[in-house]
Antibody, heavy 125, light 108 residues
């Protein structure tokens, strides 16, 4: 069964840091791009970041650029999100989601499926 | 930045057809994907690449694109279809993956 399980959320003060993890199982993790998507309370979905299969290429939403760092460990089938200089507006449920599938020849499928159950991050003093 | 526009809400009676639009000027050049999110749950993919359906999603769910608008259509709506629905694309020019603002489907 394909599964993504996030962890690491919690309460942190403004200006603080937090590291989220996402454990993947049931599929060839190293062949997929991986994403973080967040949802503030009562709001819609906001894409946060993507990391390519090798881990060498990453992209970020403008709202988190320079503060968040996405990384992966293909030997551990794990995805991470290091969040620094946290702001009140970063309060959200953070989901990891599987993205594009890549072989040595091509990539396809830039949709998000499946998603983890999410981990809640609250930034408050 | 790329902005996908969805109506905040759509209401439909059981058994009728719900249509949820997602608009943007250059949407014709991109593949559009749709997600359903029920309260307290993670989003679930219901349509990908404009009109393809993942396994396990009923045939009542379909997608199409025309001009500057993509549309998710839910036929023979059931009470269990009540949820928030989001469209999403990959914008290669900015290397970002914007979502629409979401549409709350209410089954009357």
């Amino acid at each position: 069964e394909v599964q993504l399980v996030e962890s690491g959320g919690g309460l942190v003060q403004p200006g603080g840091s937090l590291r989220l993890s996402c454990a993947a199982s049931g599929f060839a993790f190293s062949n997929y791009e991986m994403n973080w998507v967040r949802q503030a309370p009562g709001k819609g979905l906001e894409w946060v970041s993507v990391i390519y299969t090798s881990g060498r290429t990453t992209y970020y939403a403008d709202s988190v650029k320079g503060r968040f760092t996405i990384s992966r460990d293909n030997t551990k089938n794990s995805l991470y999100l290091q969040m620094n200089s946290l702001r009140v507006e970063d309060t959200a449920v953070y989901y990891c989601a599987r993205g594009l599938y890549c072989t040595s020849l091509s990539c396809f499928g830039n949709w998000f499926d499946p998603w983890g159950q999410g981990t809640r991050v609250t930034v408050s003093s | 930045s790329y902005v996908l526009t969805q109506p905040p809400s759509v209401s439909v009676a059981p058994g009728q057809t719900a249509r949820i639009p997602c608009g943007e000027n250059n949407i014709g050049s991109k593949n559009v994907h749709w997600y359903r999110q029920k309260p307290g749950q993670a989003p679930v993919l219901v349509v990908y690449n404009d009109s393809d359906r993942p396994s396990g999603i009923p045939e009542r769910f379909s997608g199409a694109k025309s001009g500057n608008t993509a549309t998710l259509t839910i036929s023979r709506v059931e009470a269990g279809d009540e949820a928030d629905y989001y469209c999403q694309v990959w914008d290669g020019s900015s290397n970002q993956a914007p979502f629409g603002g979401g549409t709350k489907l209410t089954v009357l």
